[in-house]
């Protein structure tokens, strides 16, 4: 689905959709984009953030919070911004968008874009192999193959970019990544991406696999390094440094 306010943006995103063989649907407005995902939920969303009435954030917000089928909180977005700034930017990651562009945009970065997402959510991988193993990290466990991450026993929902750090850190617990190595992880190498989006992912994890977001004791800070899942479990964890709080406003 298209959320985009400008049709003849609209229309050329959704030729090049279709030319890759996608059913797009389109609309120019937040409240149009809520009330057709709701009724009928699409594989992605390209969403635009500026747009009357409602915006894209607010659209994104909206979907995360859980205020619509179950299935949307980890339906894969795409936010497409005129704006430039790293904090705007920031921002919608923040809420819940997987990915991002800013205007004016090439349509191949963008069919990229798209094709990686897309691979990401349905789990299709480009080498044939076996199917992947079930990943554990002390209490906490990621099903790449179902695409489910539990904690305790506990569902736990992420955006796709959300499951693909915690799927790499699984697979090797106790492993120190920098942040380089996590963005490859979730986007690849792209030089549109500021390693800070990690932190953004890292904060919003810490909000859904801890007891204690602001004391972590699964995905721990390495201060100067980056970040590891410990495969201790949480009771008998601690920080490796003074508590982290919140990694994106301490410039970790």
Same mark, same amino acid.
């Given at each position: 689905?298209?959320? =985009?306010?400008?049709?003849?943006?609209? =229309?050329?995103?959704?030729?090049?959709?279709?030319? =890759?063989?996608?059913?797009?649907?389109?609309?120019?407005? &937040?409240?149009?984009?809520? +009330?057709?995902?709701?009724?009928?939920?699409?594989?992605?969303?390209?969403?635009?953030?500026?747009?009357?009435?409602?915006?894209?954030?607010?659209?994104?917000? /909206?979907?995360?919070?859980?205020?619509?089928?179950?299935?949307?909180?980890?339906?894969?977005?795409?936010?497409?911004?005129?704006?430039?700034?790293?904090?705007?930017?920031?921002?919608?990651?923040?809420?819940?968008?997987?990915?991002?562009?800013?205007?004016?945009?090439?349509?191949?970065?963008?069919?990229?874009?798209?094709?990686?997402?897309? +691979?990401?959510?349905?789990?299709?991988?480009?080498?044939?192999?076996?199917?992947?193993?079930?990943? +554990?990290? &002390?209490?906490?466990?990621?099903?790449?193959?179902?695409?489910?991450?539990?904690?305790?026993?506990?569902?736990?929902?992420?955006?796709?970019?959300?499951?693909?750090?915690? /799927?790499?850190?699984?697979?090797?617990?106790?492993?120190?990544? /920098?942040?380089?190595?996590?963005?490859?992880?979730?986007?690849?190498?792209?030089?549109?991406?500021?390693?800070?989006?990690?932190?953004?992912?890292?904060?919003?994890?810490?909000?859904?696999?801890?007891?204690?977001?602001?004391?972590?004791? +699964?995905?721990?800070?390495?201060?100067?390094?980056?970040?590891?899942? /410990?495969?201790? !479990? !949480?009771?008998?964890?601690?920080?490796?440094?003074?508590?982290?709080?919140?990694?994106?406003?301490?410039?970790?």
């Amino acid at each position: 689905m298209v959320a =985009e306010d400008d049709e003849k943006q609209a =229309e050329l995103v959704r030729r090049y959709l279709e030319r =890759e063989g996608h059913s797009v649907a389109v609309v120019h407005d &937040g409240i149009a984009a809520l +009330r057709a995902v709701r009724n009928q939920p699409p594989d992605l969303l390209i969403l635009d953030v500026m747009m009357p009435g409602t915006d894209g954030l607010t659209v994104t917000r /909206t979907l995360r919070n859980g205020d619509g089928p179950p299935e949307l909180t980890q339906l894969p977005i795409l936010m497409l911004t005129a704006r430039s700034t790293e904090d705007d930017l920031l921002t919608g990651l923040d809420l819940g968008a997987d990915d991002y562009l800013t205007k004016p945009y090439s349509p191949r970065e963008l069919m990229a874009r798209v094709r990686t997402l897309l +691979r990401r959510a349905c789990g299709i991988h480009p080498q044939p192999g076996p199917a992947p193993q079930v990943l +554990r990290a &002390g209490d906490l466990v990621v099903d790449p193959l179902r695409h489910e991450v539990t904690v305790e026993g506990r569902p736990v929902d992420c955006t796709p970019g959300e499951f693909d750090l915690l /799927t790499a850190m699984a697979g090797d617990p106790d492993r120190v990544f /920098t942040r380089p190595q996590l963005l490859d992880r979730i986007h690849g190498s792209s030089g549109y991406i500021s390693a800070r989006t990690v932190d953004v992912h890292v904060l919003n994890l810490r909000k859904k696999i801890e007891r204690d977001p602001r004391h972590p004791t +699964r995905l721990l800070t390495i201060f100067g390094v980056g970040y590891k899942l /410990t495969s201790a !479990s !949480s009771a008998a964890s601690t920080e490796a440094a003074p508590p982290a709080g919140d990694p994106v406003h301490r410039g970790a």
